[in-house]
């Protein structure tokens, strides 16, 4: 759906198809914000609908990196050492804390490790040379801004957008929202069952954690 058609979705549900009461504007906003909402949701689920990478060069005796503008959620750091697409020897950085970032010795050389620190990261050891970080992270969705636009979520989510808007329409109304939580929950549901089964190329498996095997004797 397009923003338009979400709109137009959120005032048949409030009872106000001219827009009289709830405004273009404030439903733009409480739309977008509902957006982020679903997208921490499915990023929750664990099936990287926003995972991208992105690689930046290295500078030699600098150690710590701001982060991409759009960068959300975190997934794996990677040293780029040699090798040229798709044939790289690439190595995985460690994530570390700032306190444990005492462990590594001082000095330049190549990175092995990694913290994060507000809107950058920190590697250790400093980079002695021009290496290549890869960085592979979900994006915060962009948000709409125009009718045309249609969201950044699947499908078959779009209306839990329009559901998740109008609670804050709801809100501002101080009217009863119980029976859009239940169709939240609907969703939600919804979204766990379809991260079960995306993946289903392989029969599922059971581990053994002991010899089940019963050995009788006289």
């Given amino acids: ?51 991208e990478e992105v ?23 990677e040293l780029i050492v040699s090798g040229t697409y798709p044939n790289e020897n690439r190595v995985v950085l460690r994530q ?6 005492a462990q590594f010795a001082s000095g330049t050389g190549q990175p092995a490790a990694y913290y994060l620190k507000k809107d950058s990261f920190v590697l250790l050891k400093c980079p002695s040379q021009a290496y290549t970080v890869a960085l592979i992270y979900s994006y915060l969705v962009a948000d709409m801004v125009s009718d045309l636009d249609e969201p950044d979520v699947p499908t078959q989510y779009h209306e839990y957008i329009a559901v998740v808007a109008t609670i804050d329409a709801f809100l501002k109304d101080q009217r009863d929202i119980t029976n859009l939580n239940e169709k939240v929950k609907y ?27 019963v050995y009788w004797g006289y």
């Avoid at 909402?37 to 689920?45: G, M, P, T």
């Fill in 96 to 101: 570390v804390t700032p306190v444990q970032a």
């Fill in 187 to 213: 969703y939600e549901t919804l979204m766990k069952q379809d991260a079960q089964n995306r993946a289903v190329d392989s029969p599922r498996e059971v581990v053994v954690t002991e010899n089940d095997c």
């Fill in 1 to 51: 759906m397009t923003r338009a058609e979400l709109k137009t979705l959120m005032w048949s549900w409030v009872d106000d198809p001219d827009g009289g009461y709830f405004t273009d504007a404030n439903l733009n906003t409480w739309l977008n914000n509902a957006q982020k909402h679903v997208q921490r949701q499915l990023i929750q689920s664990g099936e990287l609908y926003y995972a």
């Fill in 55 to 77: 690689q930046t060069t290295l500078v030699a005796n600098t150690q710590e990196y701001t982060l991409p503008t759009d960068y959300l959620r975190h997934h794996r750091m």
